[in-house]
């Protein structure tokens, strides 16, 4: 009684929550007997039943068991798969709107078909978001036959595709597509120029696959559709040759390599500052180039601009490296992806370090663009109405998920019993050591017949492996983001005995790796594929009495989440497997967040270069390292967030008056508005008070109504032999009267039509001018509003109150250009 008692008192809130979604997944396998009579006629029936009932103002968690119980059976029939209890489970937390934290080889997949159905019924439109257009793709159409059956439409909506596509896309029931696309779709349908543009309905329901990468990897970087912008591109070669009179050899003697005396350098925030010497080296080496006149101070007004260029340069080839931040393509920079080491086609670094990064490679340097729209993935996914996301590493990042999301994690229980074994990380001094005992790790495995799974943090590492492999004779594998193309194939076919595959991160790859190799019970009909059941079942059962796949970390990764899921794709559904993590005193991580404290105790330890130690320390170390960093990044994410808030108020409204603009078919009282506006402040630059007086500049608001406003006044003459207009307040309404007059009949020899039209393009095209303005201006703003903090002021406050001011300011010119523009249209 009293473990039951405290098992209630301290069970954790997933258990809770899992508890009370028990009686409902009882109730649904109550109804499997009844489901299974059904004919083909009477289960696709079910979804025309759900959708009548709902239109008449029907309950959507009333259907819960009925439709969770329909999809279960469509999905046994038109499949081949039935849905286990724990995803019967998952499927209830995501409707809940939280996040299902699943283990890999769970059936993430499949589970989704549960809430993505249910909130289907609704018509409003479904998302399923994922990492890539393969996921999307692939899982869009391999659910497609499910949904279909029952009478749901689904559309796949990605990249490059026609606006008639994606409408259609959007228009189905179910629309599969990836974060990228999503957000991009919602910044262009808030720069048409026509309702008939749009393309995605209200935004209803999203369900994010992996949505730790999604939401938290990738919400360190808005997203930004930009224009390009001319400029001089010379300068950034220029640049470049100076920064490379300052680079000095790193010295053998020290592996902690924290730059030289004209710069030093900050890993962790990926800040390089130069010192007093490089400042004087670099003003030196401008002057010899002619890029500043001999005597010239670098930080004047007049050179400000060059600083930001060495900047760029000096992390361009400092920091930034090849085959590890970026790869070269078809002689272009192509972004890798940090966290799933995946290409990102389209993306470029922004203010400037793309070009930078182009000057050091010697390849096209391409003109730097300006923002035109940007939203933060947090903010654009916090419009839906709904929200929830799965993904098998979500637990260490549940407290963002609640606080900026308002999302809670549950962690579903596994299907089977998980028996992978988890050693303990093997550290060693050199990297040069570790590599060598990650070698033989592989050969000792491939003897037993094991899979390996060797997993890197970049390109480069993984390329160090394979060279190693090559050498040595071994056949391998290699997945990264220079043969991202092959990853179905390669990851399919990982859990054959003794096979070896290299890959850089394992965030969202979407396929499993079978003990075996891949094995599809559909290809299985004919004698010569019974011959194939039988092979493949031989290959399993060899690789399961080996152990199972064996999982290498060639080191840490700065999150525990991506540790976590190279981990996770060993041990899935009950297999056996491991997982090893070699560490080194070089790596990143180690070197950056926590030498010191671990170099200290393998000193005390007595560790020579070639031994490793296991120990709960360095363990405990190095998870407090990955904390610290992850606290950091949630650190970052968290102020992009309160800055892009303050923004995000603005864009709001913007994009509100917008859509007005689109659907509205005249704007003629909005003009007048602006005419009154306008001219109530011009009138008052010009005359002061309120009455008649010599400061009165009639002559200068003469000229200025006719040069802006295209009138013609007399107004001394008028002023001088009418008493009553000698009052400001008169004055100002007989102006604006005759301004607005001149426009009417200005309306009247263009016609209401085409007049119509000219004023829905004219004010569209100044605000959507103005407003990306605007938003360069805000982002110098953010540059330097730090320095506030000097000044003992609040740098987010600050930020809000100019921010404000200048949005208020560019409404304001909006106005004035408006009218400018429409008394002065003549064609």
């Given at each position: 009684m009293l473990i039951n008692l405290f098992k209630k008192?301290?069970?954790?809130?997933?258990?809770?929550?899992?508890?009370?979604?028990?009686?409902?997944?009882?109730?649904?396998?109550?109804?499997?007997?009844?489901?299974?009579?059904?004919?083909?006629?009477?289960?696709?029936?079910?979804?025309?039943?759900?959708?009548?009932?709902?239109?008449?103002?029907?309950?959507?968690?009333?259907?819960?068991?009925?439709?969770?119980?329909?999809?279960?059976?469509?999905?046994?029939?038109?499949?081949?798969?039935?849905?286990?209890?724990?995803?019967?489970?998952g499927g209830l937390i995501l409707h809940k709107q939280c996040i299902a934290e699943m283990q890999t080889g769970e059936g993430k997949t499949l589970t989704s078909t549960l809430p993505i159905y249910l909130n289907a019924l609704k018509g409003k439109g479904c998302h399923l978001v994922t990492m890539n257009d393969y996921l999307s793709q692939r899982d869009g159409k391999k659910n497609k036959f499910l949904f279909e059956f029952l009478g749901l439409s689904v559309g796949i909506n990605f990249s490059g595709i026609s606006t008639e596509l994606k409408r259609k896309a959007y228009l189905s029931d179910i629309t599969y597509g990836t974060n990228n696309e999503f957000g991009f779709d919602y910044l262009r349908d808030n720069m048409v120029f026509s309702s008939k543009e749009r393309v995605q309905r209200e935004l209803y329901y999203a369900l994010i696959d992996e949505v730790d990468s999604i939401l938290i990897d990738e919400a360190r970087t808005p997203l930004i559709i930009s224009g390009v912008e001319k400029e001089n591109l010379d300068i950034y070669s220029k640049i470049n040759k100076i920064i490379f009179h300052m680079k000095e050899k790193k010295k053998k003697e020290s592996i902690f390599f924290k730059g030289n005396k004209y710069f030093s350098v900050d890993e962790k925030s990926k800040q390089i500052?130069?010192?007093?010497?490089?400042?004087?080296?670099?003003?030196?080496?401008?002057?010899?180039?002619?890029?500043?006149?001999?005597?010239?101070?670098?930080?004047?007004?007049?050179?400000?601009?060059?600083?930001?260029?060495?900047?760029?340069?000096?992390?361009?080839?400092?920091?930034?490296?090849?085959?590890?931040?970026?790869?070269?393509?078809?002689?272009?920079?192509?972004?890798?992806?940090e966290h799933t080491g995946r290409i990102m086609k389209g993306r470029r670094w922004s203010d400037g370090l793309h070009q930078a990064i182009e000057a050091k490679e010697n390849v096209k340097i391409q003109n730097e663009n300006q923002t035109l729209a940007s939203i933060t993935f947090q903010n654009y996914f916090r419009l839906y109405k709904k929200l929830s996301g799965m993904t098998g590493t979500a637990a260490t990042e549940a407290s963002e998920f609640n606080s900026i999301y308002n999302l809670?994690?549950?962690?579903?229980?596994?299907?089977?019993?998980?028996?992978?074994?988890?050693?303990?990380?093997?550290?060693?001094?050199?990297?040069?050591?570790?590599?060598?005992?990650?070698?033989?790790?592989?050969?000792?495995n491939i003897m037993k017949k094991k899979p390996v799974l060797v997993g890197t943090t970049s390109i480069e590492k993984s390329e160090i492996i394979?060279?190693?492999?090559?050498?040595?004779?071994?056949?391998?594998?290699?997945?990264?983001?220079?043969?991202?193309?092959?990853?179905?194939?390669?990851?399919?076919?990982?859990?054959?005995?003794?096979?070896?595959?290299?890959?850089?991160?394992?965030?969202?790859?979407?396929?499993?790796?079978?003990?075996?190799?891949?094995?599809?019970?559909?290809?299985?009909?004919?004698?010569?594929?019974?011959?194939?059941?039988?092979?493949?079942?031989?290959?399993?059962?060899?690789?399961?009495?080996?152990?199972?796949?064996?999982?290498?970390?060639t080191e840490r990764h700065e999150s525990r989440r991506v540790d976590n899921q190279l981990r996770g794709r060993s041990g899935r559904q009950g297999d056996p497997g491991s997982s090893q993590f070699y560490l080194s005193m070089e790596d990143s991580l180690i070197r950056i967040f926590s030498s010191k404290r671990i170099i200290n105790t393998l000193k005390k330890l007595g560790i020579k270069?070639?031994?490793?130690?296991?120990?709960?320390?360095?363990?405990?170390?190095?998870?407090?390292?990955?904390?610290?960093?992850?606290?950091?990044?949630?650190?970052?994410?968290?102020?992009?967030?309160?800055?892009?808030?303050?923004?995000?108020?603005?864009?709001?409204?913007?994009?509100?008056?917008?859509?007005?603009?689109?659907?509205?078919?005249?704007?003629?009282?909005?003009?007048?508005?602006?005419?009154?506006?306008?001219?109530?402040?011009?009138?008052k630059n010009y005359i002061s008070g309120k009455f008649f007086s010599k400061s009165w500049d009639l002559v200068g608001l003469e000229k200025?109504?006719?040069?802006?406003?295209?009138?013609?006044?007399?107004?001394?003459?008028?002023?001088?032999?009418?008493?009553?207009?000698?009052?400001?307040?008169?004055?100002?309404?007989?102006?604006?009267?005759?301004?607005?007059?001149?426009?009417?009949?200005?309306?009247?020899?263009?016609?209401?039509k085409k007049i119509q039209e000219i004023e829905k393009s004219v004010l569209l095209h100044n605000l959507d001018f103005f407003w990306k303005e605007h938003l360069l201006n805000m982002e110098y703003l953010r540059k330097g509003i730090h320095l506030r903090g000097y000044a003992q002021k609040d740098p987010k406050l600050e930020y809000k109150k100019e921010s404000f001011k200048m949005f208020f300011k560019m409404i304001q010119i909006v106005k004035y250009e408006v009218v400018i523009n429409l008394m002065n249209f003549n064609s």
């Open positions: 008192i301290f069970s954790t809130q997933s258990d809770k929550i899992l508890n009370s979604m028990q009686k409902t997944v009882k109730v649904i396998n109550s109804m499997e007997p009844k489901f299974k009579n059904f004919s083909d006629k009477r289960l696709k029936q079910k979804t025309d039943e759900f959708r009548k009932y709902l239109n008449q103002n029907g309950n959507l968690e009333n259907l819960i068991p009925e439709a969770f119980a329909t999809v279960r059976e469509a999905s046994r029939r038109i499949l081949n798969m039935r849905h286990y209890d724990v995803q019967i489970l500052h130069l010192t007093e010497i490089g400042l004087t080296k670099v003003e030196n080496l401008l002057v010899n180039h002619n890029l500043i006149d001999k005597k010239s101070l670098l930080y004047t007004v007049k050179n400000i601009t060059l600083i930001e260029y060495i900047n760029n340069a000096l992390k361009a080839n400092i920091l930034f490296k090849k085959n590890v931040d970026y790869i070269i393509k078809n002689k272009k920079i192509i972004i890798v992806d809670k994690t549950v962690v579903i229980p596994t299907n089977k019993p998980m028996i992978r074994k988890d050693y303990s990380d093997l550290v060693y001094i050199t990297e040069k050591e570790k590599i060598n005992s990650i070698i033989l790790d592989i050969q000792q394979s060279n190693k492999l090559k050498n040595l004779g071994i056949k391998h594998n290699v997945l990264n983001a220079k043969f991202h193309s092959q990853e179905a194939n390669i990851i399919a076919e990982a859990g054959r005995p003794g096979v070896v595959t290299i890959a850089t991160n394992m965030a969202g790859r979407g396929t499993d790796i079978v003990l075996g190799g891949s094995f599809k019970k559909k290809y299985c009909k004919n004698k010569k594929n019974f011959l194939y059941k039988n092979n493949w079942k031989k290959l399993n059962q060899t690789v399961v009495e080996a152990g199972g796949l064996h999982v290498i970390g270069k070639d031994e490793a130690i296991q120990h709960k320390w360095i363990t405990i170390a190095i998870s407090n390292a990955q904390k610290r960093v992850e606290y950091r990044n949630f650190e970052i994410r968290k102020q992009l967030l309160e800055y892009d808030d303050i923004a995000n108020n603005q864009r709001k409204s913007i994009y509100f008056q917008r859509n007005i603009l689109l659907t509205v078919k005249e704007v003629s009282k909005n003009i007048f508005l602006f005419i009154e506006d306008v001219l109530k402040k011009v009138i200025r109504l006719k040069t802006d406003f295209n009138v013609k006044f007399s107004l001394i003459n008028k002023v001088n032999l009418t008493k009553e207009l000698q009052q400001h307040k008169k004055l100002t309404e007989y102006i604006t009267n005759k301004v607005k007059g001149y426009y009417i009949s200005k309306k009247k020899i263009f016609g209401i």
